[in-house]
């Protein structure tokens, strides 16, 4: 992705851009931070693995519905007390986790954090570019700076914490949401928001337009092959809190870098779904290897960081394609996509839980890889109605919503 500015840029950002960064950092760190402990939490808590991945399906469900209104809610009190209240429930949420004494405790207390995850996400971007100095790309910039670190560090972070307790990831993010959410409330100053309300309805309608309903449809079950990687592979790796962490910490290094510099080279070259349709089948490849090989650890970590390298390459080409779709606002197409998209992700975790107990680690996998066979699927039937997509180039600035919307989801 072109930097239009170059790093340089970067240091010359003003302390509210700063503020923003850094609560985004720790934002994406949130999406790997618990996967090292998941194990930890079932032993701790006597839950069983089914239980314990409802840690991210609560998340998940309540981060998508969020979603849908999240536009709305911004657009009529504001970028700034958005940004503020989804920064403070996440850190009222993450707190209420690491004080839990049960699984079911935890479950709810998730769903709290996805819609206050929801809130921020939705509104941080609109927000760094419009306080960015040196322009949109300065600010997409410093947006891959935060993603690439955020994703990269939250497995390592929770794999660390999660060597001392469960509950060493939660107090970490509630100690750092902490410090964004102080940084923001101070730091983030800027002339009066010319608001435009955004119909409640918005989103809704927009699952109406056949192109935005088939790119849906194909991310709920691509999400399917997604989550069932990301969560359900801690436990038959059998590694300690640590080595979970280590992986996914690769694994996170791996879709960074695909996301942010891969994903947009090849979009300068080829259409956007010919390139979906050439990357989720070696996705599916991936998926079924490391189900056949899963009793191999070190092929089920090849296969991890693998599956990394080509999910950042389909999180941002997908993601950018929903931008592209429709002539609809980007917040609104992105917004009912990502409802959409969260449910597919939401319901896989369990679902592999459960599919381990009844006949062995190897078939969530191979659900996985049909899950995303039929994404692509879905795109090859619907490629007529695709056309726009293949049309038009995304702008740096819509390209960095892209990494941005298609990674923290």
């Given at each position: 992705?072109?930097?239009?500015?170059?790093t340089?840029?970067?240091?010359?950002?003003?302390?509210?851009?700063?503020a923003?960064?850094?609560?985004?950092?720790?934002a994406f760190?949130?999406i790997?931070?618990?996967?090292?402990?998941l194990p930890?939490?079932?032993?701790?808590?006597?839950?069983?693995?089914?239980?314990?991945?409802?840690?991210?399906?609560?998340?998940?469900?309540?981060?998508?519905?969020?979603?849908?209104v999240t536009?709305?809610?911004?657009?009529?009190?504001?970028?700034?007390?958005?940004?503020?209240?989804g920064?403070a429930?996440i850190?009222?949420?993450?707190l209420?986790?690491?004080?839990?004494?049960?699984?079911?405790?935890?479950?709810?207390?998730?769903?709290?954090?996805?819609?206050?995850?929801?809130?921020?996400?939705?509104?941080?971007?609109?927000?760094?570019v419009?306080?960015?100095?040196?322009?949109?790309?300065?600010?997409?910039?410093?947006?891959e700076?935060?993603?690439?670190?955020?994703?990269?560090?939250?497995?390592?972070?929770?794999?660390?914490?999660?060597?001392?307790?469960w509950?060493?990831?939660?107090?970490?993010v509630?100690?750092?949401?902490?410090?964004?959410?102080?940084?923001?409330?101070?730091?983030l100053?800027?002339?009066?928001?010319q608001?435009?309300?955004?119909?409640?309805?918005?989103?809704?309608?927009?699952?109406?337009?056949?192109?935005?309903?088939?790119?849906?449809t194909?991310?709920?079950?691509?999400?399917?092959g997604?989550?069932?990687l990301l969560a359900?592979?801690?436990?038959p790796?059998?590694?300690g809190?640590?080595?979970i962490?280590?992986?996914?910490?690769?694994?996170?290094?791996?879709?960074?870098?695909?996301?942010v510099?891969?994903?947009?080279?090849?979009?300068?070259?080829?259409?956007?779904?010919s390139?979906?349709?050439?990357?989720?089948?070696?996705?599916?490849?991936?998926?079924?290897?490391?189900?056949?090989?899963v009793?191999?650890?070190?092929?089920?970590?090849?296969?991890?960081?693998?599956?990394?390298?080509?999910?950042?390459?389909?999180?941002?080409?997908?993601?950018?394609?929903?931008?592209?779709?429709?002539?609809?606002?980007?917040?609104?197409?992105?917004?009912?996509?990502?409802?959409?998209?969260?449910?597919?992700?939401?319901?896989?975790?369990?679902?592999?839980?459960?599919?381990?107990?009844?006949?062995?680690?190897?078939?969530?996998?191979?659900?996985?890889?049909?899950?995303?066979?039929?994404?692509?699927l879905?795109?090859a039937l619907?490629?007529?109605?695709?056309?726009?997509?293949?049309?038009?180039?995304?702008?740096?600035?819509?390209?960095?919503?892209?990494?941005?919307?298609?990674d923290?989801?």
């Amino acid at each position: 992705m072109s930097a239009h500015g170059g790093t340089a840029a970067i240091r010359r950002q003003p302390a509210q851009v700063w503020a923003v960064a850094f609560a985004c950092v720790v934002a994406f760190m949130g999406i790997g931070l618990v996967d090292p402990i998941l194990p930890a939490i079932a032993e701790s808590l006597e839950a069983t693995p089914v239980e314990t991945e409802l840690l991210f399906t609560s998340y998940l469900l309540v981060t998508g519905l969020a979603m849908l209104v999240t536009s709305w809610i911004s657009s009529r009190i504001g970028a700034k007390a958005t940004l503020l209240i989804g920064l403070a429930l996440i850190v009222v949420f993450a707190l209420l986790c690491a004080l839990s004494g049960s699984v079911d405790a935890i479950i709810g207390f998730r769903a709290g954090w996805g819609l206050g995850n929801a809130l921020f996400i939705s509104t941080a971007l609109a927000t760094i570019v419009g306080s960015a100095a040196g322009g949109r790309g300065a600010a997409i910039v410093l947006y891959e700076a935060a993603l690439g670190v955020g994703i990269a560090v939250g497995p390592l972070l929770g794999g660390l914490l999660g060597e001392v307790s469960w509950r060493g990831p939660f107090f970490g993010v509630v100690a750092l949401m902490a410090i964004g959410f102080v940084a923001v409330l101070v730091l983030l100053r800027g002339p009066r928001e010319q608001r435009r309300p955004v119909p409640l309805s918005a989103p809704f309608r927009a699952l109406g337009r056949p192109a935005l309903a088939i790119l849906a449809t194909a991310a709920f079950f691509y999400n399917i092959g997604f989550f069932i990687l990301l969560a359900f592979s801690p436990f038959p790796l059998g590694f300690g809190a640590l080595g979970i962490g280590v992986t996914f910490f690769g694994w996170g290094v791996a879709l960074a870098v695909t996301s942010v510099w891969v994903a947009p080279l090849l979009l300068r070259r080829f259409r956007r779904s010919s390139v979906m349709l050439a990357v989720l089948p070696l996705l599916a490849v991936d998926l079924a290897a490391g189900g056949i090989l899963v009793a191999d650890p070190a092929a089920l970590v090849a296969s991890i960081v693998v599956g990394g390298l080509l999910l950042g390459v389909m999180n941002t080409v997908l993601t950018e394609a929903v931008m592209e779709a429709t002539d609809l606002p980007r917040s609104v197409a992105s917004s009912a996509y990502s409802a959409v998209r969260f449910l597919g992700g939401a319901a896989a975790p369990p679902l592999a839980a459960l599919l381990w107990h009844a006949y062995g680690a190897t078939v969530p996998y191979l659900v996985a890889a049909a899950a995303v066979l039929l994404a692509a699927l879905t795109i090859a039937l619907g490629r007529r109605a695709l056309g726009r997509i293949d049309d038009r180039e995304a702008d740096p600035a819509e390209e960095g919503a892209a990494v941005l919307l298609g990674d923290a989801t």
